[in-house]
């Protein structure tokens, strides 16, 4: 029995690589930083202090009450992962790889803004804040530790902003979360010898996908020290998810009353809290410089469990993660070529969200070094147009998986991470 658990602990800790494999691609974790094409520009640099139209609401609530009349921000960010993992699993005697892993993405957004009167602001905004999507293939042998997954998320921000006085500013506002998540991991087909106790090459160990719906909230504030040096902070809450759907695979079959071909279950997983603090610093007129001090909370990331009621045990601790915060860095410039063009720049450091002695094949999390560029063109008194491009580079990681629940369905794997990401966007913002 003590082999069977460890089977299904590994089976469902499989899909984790998938979903933490992406992590590479865009900020730690499964977290999105691409709000805004115009932010992109200068690698989101003083975001939660600076309002170039209606989006500003993403980052700071707060910073509606610097936007006049009626605004409406929309666009999107292309992005292009390349990752690849290369390594040595304890049943092959050769090296397995997978290329470009990681899925190329569209992410959109919308935003509205409105001043009631000189102190009130609402705002309406939809993106996203998390989401990954991976597939290594079937001819990686380390698919046991997973070969798919995805997370897919989509929120909508209802906001309200108030200004107390020429220097003070609050805000908040209530999220809503339409999550959707699918992960998995195949018994290896390149394994060069088979073993009758192990499933047979290409059977599926585990297979689970659910979609939830959750609420969240965020609150944000704005100093102004005077007219050419302002402070901003946002804190976005924790948003918990109960991934509810089915779930299939030998690995959910050795615990099953009744084996079947599918299972009601559901899996929970929290979306961590961010927080913000930004500053915007006008040196002349065409000049300004911004920066930006961003925190997440990973390390409420500590474990997985699943719950699946028709099992013999319903609840299994999946997989110990034992994430970190992690911390981010940004710094960047706006300048005003003239009455038409604003060019931005801008570059940032992210942290890893794991530690080196616990990263493991199912965690390849490294730091992120971003080099962004922008600019703006004023079509008109009304209408702006934005456009963004950042390259990343991510940092070579080592990865590890040597925990022996591992070993009934394939071994243990050791290997390295490489990559990098480009993102271009563009942003159409409007003024009535």
Do not use: C
Not at 260 to 268: P, V
Not at 300 to 312: C, D, G, M, R, V
Request: hydrophobic share 40%; charged share 20%.
């Amino acid at each position: 029995m003590n082999n069977n658990k460890n089977r299904l602990s590994i089976a469902v800790a499989l899909g984790l690589l998938g979903s933490v494999a992406s992590s590479n691609t865009m900020a730690a974790g499964f977290q999105l930083a691409e709000y805004s094409a115009t932010g992109l520009g200068r690698a989101y640099a003083g975001e939660a202090a600076i309002a170039d139209g209606a989006d500003a609401q993403w980052r700071n609530v707060a910073m509606l009450t610097y936007l006049e009349g009626t605004q409406v921000s929309v666009g999107g960010i292309y992005v292009n992962p390349n990752i690849d993992v290369e390594g040595q699993s304890s049943m092959s005697p050769t090296s397995t790889k997978s290329e470009d892993f990681a899925h190329d993405a569209f992410i959109p957004n919308l935003y509205v803004s409105h001043r009631v009167n000189q102190q009130l602001a609402i705002g309406f905004a939809v993106g996203t804040n998390y989401g990954m999507e991976t597939d290594l293939g079937t001819d990686f042998t380390g698919t046991n530790f997973g070969n798919e997954a995805s997370v897919i998320t989509k929120e909508i921000n209802v906001n309200m902003a108030y200004q107390i006085n020429q220097q003070f500013s609050i805000g908040g506002g209530v999220r809503y979360v339409i999550a959707e998540g699918s992960f998995g991991a195949v018994a290896p087909t390149q394994t060069p010898t088979f073993h009758p106790s192990l499933p047979k090459p290409g059977t599926t160990l585990k297979y689970m996908e659910g979609t939830d719906e959750a609420w969240g909230w965020q609150v944000g504030t704005a100093w102004q020290i005077n007219d050419t040096n302002r402070i901003g902070f946002n804190y976005k809450s924790e948003v918990k998810l109960d991934l509810t759907g089915h779930a299939n695979g030998v690995g959910f079959d050795l615990y099953a009353k009744n084996p079947s071909d599918r299972y009601s279950g559901s899996m929970e997983l929290a979306l961590p809290a961010t927080a913000e603090l930004a500053s915007f610093h006008q040196l002349n007129d065409k000049l300004a410089i911004h920066a930006s001090f961003n925190w997440t909370d990973w390390s409420s990331f500590e474990k997985l469990e699943a719950n699946i009621p028709s099992l013999k045990v319903a609840t299994q601790e999946i997989k110990q993660e034992n994430w970190e915060d992690n911390y981010r860095l940004a710094v960047g410039g706006t300048y005003a070529l003239d009455q038409k063009v604003t060019l931005r720049t801008g570059i940032a450091y992210d942290t890893s969200a794991v530690s080196e002695e616990n990263r493991t094949a199912t965690i390849p999390e490294t730091d992120r070094l971003w080099l962004s560029m922008g600019a703006g063109y004023a079509w008109s008194d009304n209408l702006t147009l934005d456009a963004g491009f950042t390259y990343i580079f991510a940092k070579d990681a080592k990865m590890h998986e040597k925990d022996p629940k591992s070993a009934p369905f394939g071994g243990t794997f050791e290997g390295e991470t490489t990559g990098n990401v480009w993102l271009v966007g563009v942003q159409a913002n409007y003024r009535f």
